[in-house]
């Protein structure tokens, strides 16, 4: 019998019991009314005075009730849930009662004026409303902390003990928000204050806690263990300092945007979120000269190649904000290809979106392209890209990043493109694998083609390369690998302890390759300030605390040996480069020297028959020849290098 009444049911049944229509709640705001005016009838009586001075008691109780829920219903004091009452509904509701006052006074003062006697007793009549208005609040404070309370009970689920670091509105937002989030995530045990301005106050009914030493110890003392960071005054540097001191003593971090006024409590639990590799960029926001790559791409007609991948999608989203006429986005993949079509014309319809699914290796095919097209600036993004699959398939790297870019660029200038804009890679610079190498063969062919081009008279295509390292979140990336390594318990696979690579966002690496393309005058490569470089080895055992697991103890690390062409550290120049400045800090053009055209053209020419005939090791030798200083890191191919 006792089981049917425990606490565990009566939980459950909270729990499950839906939102009250609201003919219920007039109802019982009805009823406080009426409690409310008993109370106060039978205290006036109690003191020999009357409430009602008019003989028709029935007829002033009946109106006094209707003119209530009369306010009631023009101030929609039923509409709100109860267990969600915020001050608000109490602004409603003082407005509701405030407005019968006023109605009552004025019919007492009009009735006394045509019967010459009052109605209501005006003393009376105030203190029935101030009762009434306090009933209605309170009876909603009790309804709201019973859920409250049984909502943040954990005995079902273990919620996460975690801090605000923040006293400011948003701060303020994010802890109600997450108060009344279902499922509960967190227990919010205190705010965090960096300005030790509100010592012994509290918000919320919760502690404001003072930061005079660093935050780790901080949490211990109210046994926190994660901290969300709502202060959006904090700085980068602020951020990293934080995130940094909490990952040392493996306590959770999360990070939410900044609230708007018009986001609703579900809106913005949902954004608090364990705090991103990407957002630990010690990076500050890129400037970009919008009215140069608007003057270059504003009702023109574009061609974006390896559309459907990372890059070319990414080009794809940011070339559309500055109003092209047409988009042809082209790739040999079908199905990410549909997937970029349709997310595109869920977001917009005045520009034209043309999908093309072509190999860019067959020239027949990217010709009638072109010819139906007739684009007035390319951006080519596609490429084998993969170190180590380039190095067991080198046939494939020559005929998709040479053949493939050498018809693209032969097509540009049969067809006249404005302008040629090339997405190169860091690998290219001193190849160490075949893929590198091929890209560098890429480069060195759309350059030539500049050089030749400058020396006709004319008009010419102005082809533009752009080169920049690693890129956060890029498919087949080091973060996605180790993302999906961690879901699945581990290990996390690092080549070498000591590897190292520059990073960037895809968003980023994406508004740099349109700004190259807005500035560049043909025969240009663009190399990108990629900031500090980043230790894969720390990289790891950041993500690792990043998704609250304790490094080579929850989730291990193995090092799995250097890969075939793979470098211990990438560079943005060859050994004989210089760089000159531009107007962006971030991009800088390498002076590279630049080959002959007959004589790229014909080795190139060769190096694709070659390709054709799938012989590996005379590929990588003609590869070599090409590029003088690919030279091969622990890989078969390092023979040739003797």
């Known amino acids: 019998m006792y089981s049917k009444f425990s606490r565990k049911n009566l ?22 009314v009426l409690f409310a005016f008993t109370f106060t009838f039978l205290l006036f009586k109690g003191t020999g005075l009357k409430y009602i001075l008019y003989p028709q008691h029935f007829l002033l109780v009946t109106s006094l009730v209707l003119v209530n829920v009369f306010f009631f219903w023009l101030y929609r004091t039923y509409s709100g849930i109860i267990r969600h009452s915020s001050y608000i509904d109490a602004i409603k509701l003082f407005f509701s009662q405030l407005s019968v006052l006023v109605f009552f006074l004025c019919f007492n003062f009009l009735f006394d004026v045509y019967t010459g006697e009052k109605a209501f007793l005006n003393t009376a009549l105030f203190i029935n409303i101030v009762l009434s208005f306090l009933g209605l ?7 709201k902390q019973t859920f409250e309370m049984y909502f943040s009970d954990t005995t079902s689920t273990k919620l996460i003990r975690a801090v605000v670091y923040g006293t400011d509105a948003n701060a303020i937002s994010v802890a109600n928000a997450l108060k009344f989030e279902t499922p509960s995530r967190f227990k919010i045990v205190g705010f965090v204050d960096k300005n030790s301005q509100n010592a012994s106050k509290r918000m919320l009914d919760l502690p404001i806690l003072i930061q005079k030493k660093r935050l780790p110890a901080l949490m211990r003392s109210v046994a926190a263990e994660g901290v969300i960071i709502a202060d959006k005054s904090l700085s980068k540097e602020e951020q990293l300092v934080i995130v940094d001191q909490c990952l040392e ?12 006024d018009w986001e609703n409590q579900k809106e913005i639990s949902r954004k608090v979120k364990n705090i991103q590799i990407e957002d630990l960029l010690e990076r500050k926001p890129i400037v970009l000269d919008g009215k140069g790559i608007s003057k270059q791409l504003k009702d023109k007609r574009i061609l974006i190649t390896g559309a459907a991948g990372s890059i070319g999608s990414e080009i794809v989203r940011q070339v559309i904000s500055f109003g092209p006429r047409e ?7 079908e199905t990410p290809l549909h997937s970029l079509c349709i997310e595109i014309q869920k977001h917009q319809s005045d520009i034209k979106i043309t999908p093309a699914i072509v190999d860019i290796r067959n020239k027949k095919a990217v010709e009638r392209v072109f010819e139906n097209s007739r684009p007035h600036v390319v951006f080519h993004a596609a490429a084998y890209k993969h170190v180590p699959l380039m190095e067991e398939n080198p046939s494939q790297a020559v005929i998709t990043n040479v053949e493939g870019t050498k018809n693209l660029a032969d097509l540009a200038c049969k067809h006249q493109v404005k302008k040629f804009v090339m997405v190169s890679t860091d690998k290219a610079v001193n190849p160490s694998n075949v893929m590198g190498a091929s890209k560098r063969i890429a480069e060195k062919y759309v350059q ?4 030749k081009n400058s020396d006709t008279e004319g008009f010419s295509t102005k082809f533009i390369t752009t080169r920049f390292g690693n890129v956060l979140g890029s498919n087949g990336s080091v973060v996605p690998l180790f993302t999906k390594q961690i879901a699945a318990g581990g290990p996390l696979t690092i080549t070498h302890p000591d590897i190292i690579r520059y990073f960037m966002t895809i968003p980023e690496a994406c508004q740099l390759v349109l700004e190259a393309g807005a500035m560049g005058n043909g025969g240009e490569i663009y190399i990108f300030d990629m900031g500090k470089p980043v230790k894969i080895l720390d990289l790891a055992k950041k993500m690792i605390k990043l998704a609250g697991f304790i490094p080579d103890k929850e989730i291990k690390i193995e090092i799995v040996g250097l890969r075939p062409g793979e470098k211990l550290y990438e560079e943005l120049l060859n050994d004989t480069s210089k760089t000159l400045p531009t107007y962006h800090n971030k991009i800088m053009i390498a002076q590279e020297i630049q080959d002959e055209f007959a004589d790229l053209h014909a080795d190139i020419k060769e190096l694709i028959l070659i390709a054709n005939s799938f012989d590996n ?15 091969s890191l622990n890989s078969t191919f390092a023979i040739l290098d003797r």
């Open 448 to 451: 030539s083609l500049s050089l």
């Open 617 to 631: 090791t005379e590929i990588v030798a003609k590869m070599k020849h090409i590029v003088p200083e690919f030279k």
């Open 137 to 143: 609040f309170l009876y909603r404070v009790v309804v």
């Open 249 to 260: 003593f493996n306590y959770r971090v999360y990070t939410v945007p900044l609230i708007t």
């Open 11 to 32: 939980k459950v049944d909270i729990h499950n019991l839906g939102y009250l229509p609201r003919w219920i709640i007039v109802v019982m705001d009805v009823l406080v």
């Open 327 to 333: 988009i042809v986005i082209l790739d040999q993949a």
